[in-house]
Antibody
Framework: EVQLVESGGGLAQPGGSLRLTCAASGFTFNKIGMMWVRQTPGKGLEWLSHISAGGSPTFYAASLGGRFTISRDNIKNLLLLQMNNLRVEDTAVYYC????????WGQGTLVTVSS | AGLTQPPSESKGLGQTATLTCTGNSDNVGQSGAAWLQQHQGHPPRVLSYRLRDNDRPPGISERFSASRSGNTASLTISGVQPEDEADYYCSTWDITLNTWLFGGGTKLTVL
């Protein structure tokens, strides 16, 4: 069974940092491109970043302004998102997702940025 | 550039709903679109794969079918049921922008 489990969300102050982790299982992780998507409560889906199966290339939404970095560990089957210089408007549920549609999604982790 | 979806659609029980997603030749026209369903409080789940029109995701009812004409993708839901009330998103890759796109979503209400 495919499983994606996000962790690392929580409360952060404006200007602070958080690192999200997505643990993958049930599929050949090193063969699948992965991405991070977020959703503000009551709003639509916003794509943030994509990383290819082997780790490069990577792509980012222009709106992030270089504040976020996606990476992966194909030995430990982990997808990571380093988020720096957080803003109040980064408050959202963050999902990791994989495959070409994307085909499968985690349950999400809530990030709240507030002073 | 983006994917355009009507914000809402209402259908009576048992009717057929057709949801649309309009892009351009760099995204939908290039590689079609996937369709995702999201119930309140739950993560999205894929209803139809991008680039794999003949593959149905596990557990997805045959009442859901996807198609494409030019730069517009469509999701048809036959015999709408109460459990189909949800938000529906289209998604695809844009080869010029090098970004993944999601439509704004269509909220389907079952009357």
């Amino acid at each position: 069974e495919v499983q994606l489990v996000e962790s690392g969300g929580g409360l952060a102050q404006p200007g602070g940092s958080l690192r999200l982790t997505c643990a993958a299982s049930g599929f050949t992780f090193n063969k699948i491109g992965m991405m991070w998507v977020r959703q503000t409560p009551g709003k639509g889906l916003e794509w943030l970043s994509h990383i290819s199966a082997g780790g490069s290339p990577t792509f980012y939404a222009a709106s992030l302004g270089g504040r976020f970095t996606i990476s992966r560990d194909n030995i430990k089957n982990l997808l990571l998102l380093q988020m720096n210089n957080l803003r109040v408007e980064d408050t959202a549920v963050y999902y990791c997702a994989g495959g070409g549609s994307p085909d499968f999604w985690g349950q999400g982790t809530l990030v709240t940025v507030s002073s | 550039a983006g994917l355009t979806q009507p914000p809402s659609e209402s259908k009576g029980l048992g009717q057929t709903a057709t949801l649309t997603c309009t892009g351009n030749s760099d995204n939908v026209g290039q590689s079609g679109a996937a369709w995702l369903q999201q119930h309140q409080g739950h993560p999205p789940r894929v209803l139809s794969y991008r680039l794999r029109d003949n593959d149905r995701p596990p557990g997805i009812s045959e009442r859901f079918s996807a198609s494409r004409s030019g730069n517009t993708a469509s999701l048809t839901i036959s015999g709408v049921q109460p459990e189909d009330e949800a938000d529906y998103y289209c998604s695809t890759w844009d080869i010029t922008l090098n970004t993944w796109l999601f439509g704004g979503g269509t909220k389907l209400t079952v009357l």
